[in-house]
């Protein structure tokens, strides 16, 4: 079975963004797997030792790091299994949409959760996150963190496009999900496992998406442990 | 040959960036037609005299109105010419990148653009349009203009997925342009024939790719007539 090394919080929480994209991938290939928590403390000693994040795959002895990667190359190798983009045009489409996600959601959650993120970590990862991520925002976290009751409205505003064309389908990928769902999935599912910071307003219609994203695979999403 | 209804500036300037969808669509599919003039007040004597805008297809007796509806006529009636979707899965995901274009590069370019537009219209087309937009932003279109040099880092910044995308393929669509280009191509488009503000830094990769869709198809996009 194959093993998807997968970022683990202090109660082994798995919030990672980049780990639920892949999660979801392997769930809708059909391809069970053990995901093994790992602290980021841990990652340099994954397989080779060459990983620097996570997740990483190791599929009977293949190695893939990335999560992208592993979309493709679970794409590749699995072709008779459901398709994660739907073609080339799709793949292509797909790298938009999780683009956005990344420079919207990522980005725009970053400075709303980062405190609750690292209030989450076991005692080695916290000082690890708390140097690299002060040091990329060349402040407190807790000042990054700080006045997002103000910052909501606009974040809620970023996310038009996303309510917008959910207004007309079901799924980002029309009558079903592809992986262009879960690269959106992953950040609002990274959100609700370390913070009850209310994102979404109770009425918003991707939260209704998000809802069926928990229900997939028997509730894959849906089963990992919430934010206390 | 099929007619399209295509808005038109006081000097015949082709603005529309709903009409620039279709166009592009319409060479895409390698289908000729003529592109027929129309302004704001006369929309309302085109075909059934039931099209509430532009633009307006008449393909040999068969009216389409509305962009999205005629890309979607084009791909079922068209199937054997190249596709402008690549699939279900395409044609979904085009959907998002559409309704990302509208979200940021429709409202952030009328805000940045639209006494522009104004300037460019025919003297019976100025008064609908001051009127009508006025009504929808609550004040005069001078207001909405000034002060566009401090909103465009933040314009800049919203465009940062699809510079993203564009460092890493030649199209939206992947290998080839797609739909999705062109959903993209066309408010750009629409600025670059009617104002003569500096929207991308020089060095912007987005540059490049808007000038790889001019020269589609002959140079369609090109030959228009710029903001002089």
């Known amino acids: 079975m194959a093993v998807l090394f997968d970022l683990a919080a202090a109660d082994g929480r798995r919030f990672s963004p980049h780990c639920w994209r892949t999660r979801m991938a392997l769930a ?9 928590a790992t602290r980021f403390t841990e990652i340099a000693f994954i397989a080779d030792g060459h990983q620097k994040t996570v997740p990483v795959l190791d599929d009977d002895g293949k190695i893939v790091g990335d999560s992208w990667a592993i979309a493709e190359y679970l794409e590749n190798t699995y072709p008779d299994k ?13 790298l ?16 709303l959760i980062v405190l609750d993120i690292f209030l989450s970590l076991s005692p080695a990862d916290k000082e690890y996150f708390r140097t ?3 040091k990329r925002f060349g402040r407190p976290l807790e000042e ?9 409205p606009a974040f809620r505003q970023s996310l038009q496009p996303l309510r917008m064309l959910l207004s007309g389908q079901e799924w980002i990928g029309g009558e079903g999900p592809l992986y262009a769902d879960y690269t959106v999935f992953a950040p609002f599912q990274w959100a609700r496992l370390v913070s009850n910071f209310p994102l979404l307003e109770e009425d918003d219609i991707i939260r209704a998406w998000f809802e069926r994203c928990l229900d997939l695979y028997d509730g894959l999403g849906r089963k990992a442990q919430m934010a206390g």
Not at 82 to 94: I, N
């Open 144 to 152: 990054v963190q700080a006045g997002r009751e103000e910052r909501l």
């Open 132 to 134: 690299s991520r002060e």
């Open 28 to 36: 809708h290939k059909n391809l069970p797997c053990e995901a093994r």
């Open 82 to 94: 459901p398709s994660l983009f739907g073609g080339a045009s799709g793949r292509a489409l797909t």
């Open 96 to 111: 938009f949409v999780q683009d956005w996600a990344i420079a919207t959601l990522h980005i725009g959650l970053i400075n």
